[in-house]
């Protein structure tokens, strides 16, 4: 090989050589695009993330304060209607130093209990039924005695201790029962 020759493989080899630098510095500036277009994607979905985080811890403080308030303030409204009841009881006590007779007096306090009655059953308050000769239902009826009874079958009501009652079909307090049962 003469050194024209030589010259000329040099050249080509020194045009090869600076294009493979030119085609791996455009690869390695692909890169790093790449890698900032991912790095800002990066950014923005953990800004989004933290966002998200702090909307949903605001949520569940909100929450908490609101299921607090239902609590505190859930029986405002029975509350207010039971205000009305105790002002009748505070006239009818009124009424009564002022009176001989006690039957007004009765009279006052029989339509106070009807308000209360009717105030309880606005707002869902049942009363369970605990008639003498109604069958004992042990889902509704507390026994707190068993007496023999020639006049009604074994098992059912002979009479009501105290009222039980329910608030919209959840059982709020039994009604305590005598209960019948053979006579031995």
Known sequence: MNTEDREESKDSTNTEIDE????????ES???????EEENEFEELNKQYLRLAADFENYKRRMVKDRADSIAYGNEELIKEMLSVLDNLQRA????????DAKPV???VKLVQKQFVS?????G????????????????HQAIEHAESNEIAPGLVL?????????KERLLRPALVVVSKDVE
Request: net charge negative.
């Open 20 to 27: 493979m630098h030119s085609t791996e510095d455009s690869k």
């Open 30 to 36: 692909n890169l790093e695009e790449e890698a900032k």
């Open 159 to 167: 009479s009501e201790m105290q009222a039980g009652y329910t608030l």
């Open 93 to 100: 006590l009124e009424h009564t130093e002022q009176q001989d």
């Open 106 to 108: 009765i009279d006052g």
């Open 119 to 123: 105030t309880l059953e606005k707002f």
């Open 125 to 140: 308050v049942q009363h369970i039924d605990a008639s003498k000769g109604i069958e004992f239902d042990p889902m509704l």
